[in-house]
């Protein structure tokens, strides 16, 4: 499946070599990383979340990324959240409570959108989707979008979109929030999914490079940040529509990389 032309198709798209993912020019990770045993010699069976964990973009994270460009770096699994992945709410649900209250619902409509990493083609759309949204519905439905990238480069990627205008943009690098709400890492076939390829092929919104550019020449990148300037392409994104009682009546995980999502769909329930 490596060698497929519509994975080398998406590579290249995305500035990758053909080889970037061919497992057999990689070295080992370093000595002293623990071993993986098989799951049949173990007392206990992975549970399917566990095997998401422990997948390939986990497998990906135990490389050192801190000396590659900005724009191949979001390729590379981040560090894990600092609260467990929770289980995604299900309309009827009460919407998930933010410890930290950066993101306090109940009282007012409110369309939530979690981001995929800046400079992606879809998250674009998404998001002037969701801008559409709050500026035909200001005062009646409060619209708000979660980035797990730096808070530079998510103002300059917006910047670069023609701003957010009504939107509400929340900053979770440490992706909490993303994990209270249900929303890990992807799997290999959440990202490189034909129909994810074939559709990134056609689009042209894509502004990684622009915002690395940026992010670069004003200094905003510390010799701190993990890879996680720009966001990671593995993690999940998602986008749910909660009322004035703080329960949840639309939405859930986006099922692909390239999946945006029906906005719309849920500002017009909140309306009902």
């Known amino acids: 499946m490596l060698s497929s ?53 986990s497998w990906m994270g135990s490389w050192n990324v801190q000396s590659l460009p900005l724009t191949i770096s979001p390729w590379f699994a981040p560090p894990p959240p600092p609260v467990h992945v929770a289980r995604v709410p299900n309309v009827g649900d009460k919407a998930p409570v933010d410890s930290h209250a950066r993101l306090k619902l109940g009282g007012k409509r409110t369309l939530v959108v979690f981001l995929r990493c800046v400079g992606c083609a879809f998250a674009q759309k998404t998001f002037l989707a969701l801008r559409s949204i709050a500026n035909r519905h200001v005062g009646t439905i409060r619209c708000v979008a979660v980035s797990h990238s730096s808070p530079h480069a998510t103002k300059k990627w917006i910047d670069m979109i023609g701003g957010a205008w009504d939107v509400e943009v929340l900053i979770d690098e440490q992706r909490s929030l993303y994990a209270s709400w249900g929303l890990g890492l992807g799997n290999f076939m959440y990202l490189f999914h034909p129909a994810a390829q074939a559709q990134a092929w056609k689009e042209k919104g894509w502004l990684g490079d622009e915002v690395a550019a940026a992010v670069t020449r004003i200094g905003a990148v510390s010799e701190d940040d993990e890879g996680g300037v720009l966001g990671n392409k593995w993690q999940e994104a998602g986008a749910f529509a909660v009322d004035t009682k703080g329960t949840v009546v639309w939405g859930g995980k986006a099922t692909r990389s390239d999946d945006m999502m029906n906005l719309d769909e849920g500002a017009m329930i909140l309306m009902l």
């Open 5 to 57: 032309l519509g994975t080398k198709v998406a590579l290249k798209k995305v500035g990758l070599p053909s080889s970037t993912f061919d497992l057999s020019t990689w070295s080992a990770p370093a000595t002293g990383t623990a071993r993986r045993e098989p799951n049949k010699l173990r007392k206990r069976q992975p549970t399917p979340e566990e095997e998401a964990e422990n997948g390939w973009a």
